[in-house]
């Protein structure tokens, strides 16, 4: 995108990370962002994770999409949390990669839906780069194989900078989905009402490594950086969990 020329682009890379940890995470790179002169105007920061089980329920989502009882929940181990983010209700776990651009909106005149298209459609074509065939919809967040859904975009904003992000299901435990609604409404031409995952679309071995390199290139491409960095975790990252020992 053309709003983006000169951006600098730097991913890290955090493993499985608790939920809250990322959420409070991004928040803390945006008040630095916001108020340290160090750090430049144009960067974007990316991390990508996976998370320990937990439902979140976005700006359209109602718990009214969660079909398990509070002790249901807690028998499978399954946290509920409400999040400030576009979309419904989401299931996360090991198996599934999660990309959370954290975009200064101002800087590059962009808006959560700006960013919401331009992250799926950044999906969309880091999984074809590894030859899996994907369709997009001009309503829907939603990336969508042959066998279902198998990834969704739900942006948020804090302060002036986007938050949250990409969810790609590559090999999670998929028996989870069944206890949520996701897919509340389909786009006109998909006739199947299902999440489903990269491992379902070829029904053979999928490498978490190879997927996430395809997506730090087509995510990397699509904010205008042929030159990015990649880092193993966050110092800010690092301190927090050290304060929760």
């Not at 608790?18 to 750090?39: E, G, M, P, R």
């Not at 030859?131 to 042959?146: C, E």
């Not at 990269?198 to 205008?224: D, P």
Request: glycine share 8%; proline share 3%.
């Amino acid at each position: 995108m053309r709003n983006f020329k000169d951006s600098r682009v730097m991913f890290h890379l955090l493993g499985t990370v608790k939920y809250d940890l990322v959420n409070q995470l991004q928040k803390q790179i945006v008040n630095l962002s916001t108020f340290s002169t160090a750090i430049n105007p144009r960067q974007i920061t990316v991390l990508l994770c996976e998370h320990d089980p937990v439902v979140t329920v976005g700006y359209s989502g109602s718990r009214s999409q969660i079909r398990l009882k509070a002790e249901q929940l807690q028998k499978q181990n399954l946290r509920t949390q409400w999040v400030n983010r576009g979309g419904g209700c989401f299931l996360h776990g090991e198996g599934q990669l999660c990309v959370y651009p954290i975009v200064p909106l101002s800087t590059f005149s962009a808006s959560t839906k700006a960013i919401t298209r331009l992250l799926r459609d950044a999906v969309r074509s880091g999984l074809e780069e590894i030859d899996y065939q994907t369709t997009t919809y001009k309503s829907n967040r939603a990336v969508w194989g042959r066998t279902g859904a198998v990834a969704t975009v739900g942006v948020g904003k804090h302060e002036d900078m986007s938050t949250h992000g990409a969810y790609i299901n590559v090999n999670p435990q998929m028996k989870h989905f069944g206890y949520i609604d996701s897919v509340t409404k389909l786009p006109e031409g998909q006739a199947k009402q299902t999440l489903s995952c990269l491992l379902a679309e070829r029904r053979r071995a999928v490498r978490m490594s190879q997927v996430r390199s395809a997506l730090i290139e087509s995510v990397g491409h699509a904010f205008g950086c042929e030159d990015y960095h990649i880092t193993t975790g966050h110092p800010e990252l690092r301190r927090m969990v050290s304060t929760e020992h």
